[in-house]
Each structure stands twice: as C-alpha cells, then as structure tokens.
C-alpha cells in the first residue's frame, strides 16, 4: 500500500487560482506540519535580477521555462532518499530571488508539492505516488488571481489583466489544462472539496 512506504510524494496541478495552495494546506494542517516536506513550484521561479524591471514586468512566467524545474526534480530526489534540502526564496513584487537566504525543508513522510506545470513534467510525474489536478472554472481562476496579485504582489488592475490575456490564459491552454490527463484524482469545486480532502487524508494516514 502507499502509505506503508517510507516517503509518499503527492503532487497537485491546476491553473492559476484553482485553489492548489488552500488544498495544500488543508492536507498539511490535517496530517500535522511533522508529518509533511511541503515543496511549492513557485520556490524556484529562475532569478530575473540581471533584467531590468521593465523587463521583468513583461516576462513570461507561465511558460515552463520560467522555473528551475530540474532543481525541483533534484530536491525532490534528495527528500525520498532522506536527505535534508534547502530550498530558494522568491520575491514575487520584484521578480528576483534571495541569493543569500533559503529555507531548510527535512524529509517526512508526505513530500507534498504544488504548482500550476508541475504534472507537465515526466521526471515529476515518475517521481509522484498521487497526481491531483484542481479544476475551477476559467472565470473563478482569474478572479481569484486577480484578488492575490494586487491585495499580495503589489501588481494594478491593468497589469493583471494584460498578463493574463498575453500569456496566462495562452500558457494555462498549452501546457496546464493538458496535463489533466496525467492526474489519478480530478478535484472539482476547487481546494476546498472537504470530501477529496477527507479521501485523500484518509490514503496518506498511518
């Protein structure tokens, strides 16, 4: 069974604003911060800083080649195997990441992870126990997005909104809405489907 093994790896996908995060978080408040390694994609957004901010502001962040996704993989490795990792730090309102500090992530029993391309990825999706994709509706998501980027990212109604028509919603239908297919679980009504939750609480416990 699953959850008789030493490291489960459970991955979770979906657009922009589906509500990866809040499932995240219910799964770890559930099973209580000592038994879970939480690992975000967006930890690993690539450095921008030797852009200037004008350019940063127009960069695409929604193509898989945004992130260091080869990183993750290693990290990800090194927790299964039991070794301790130290993750970046992203500062969303400036692009950039910090170069001198990290975060310290020990290996527990549930490696969780979270983000938008993740079931995009074949290594990721070798390395994952259970594939979740969190599916809202299109128009949901980008409200939800475009709450979070201006109350949380400094970001202005204009911005938001040029960023979603030019690569978010073009991004979301190459790469993430494909990827749906990978998923062992399909959660509907968004991260807080008290029911998925329970379910998959339910598999991971001891």
């Known amino acids: 069974m699953i959850n008789s093994k030493k490291h489960i ?3 979770i996908a979906g657009g922009t604003g589906s509500g990866k995060t809040t499932l995240s978080r219910s799964i770890e408040e559930t099973l209580g911060e000592d038994n879970v390694s939480y690992l975000s994609h967006d930890f690993y957004y690539k450095d921008l800083s030797h852009l200037s901010r004008e350019e940063r502001e ?4 929604d193509h898989p080649s945004a992130l260091d996704t080869n990183q993750l993989v290693e990290d990800i490795k090194s927790l299964v195997n039991g070794r301790t990792i130290n993750v970046p730090i992203y500062d969303f309102k400036t692009h950039t990441r910090c170069t001198k500090k990290t975060k310290r992530i020990e290996p527990k029993h549930v490696i969780l992870l979270d983000g ?3 079931l995009n ?5 070798e390395l994952s126990d259970i594939k979740i994709y969190v599916d809202v509706a299109s128009d949901l998501r980008f ?3 475009l709450q979070r980027d201006i109350q949380e990212r400094d970001r202005t109604y204009k911005s938001v909104v040029d960023q979603y028509l030019k690569t978010v919603r073009p991004m979301h239908q190459e790469f993430v809405e494909p990827s749906k297919e990978y998923a062992d679980i399909i959660v509907p009504h968004g991260g807080r489907n008290q029911s998925v939750i329970r379910m998959i609480v339910l598999s991971l416990s001891n």
């Open 9 to 11: 790896v459970v991955t």
């Open 58 to 61: 127009v960069h695409n962040y």
């Open 116 to 118: 938008i391309m993740l």
């Open 121 to 125: 990825n074949k290594d990721i999706r």
């Open 143 to 145: 409200i939800r997005r």
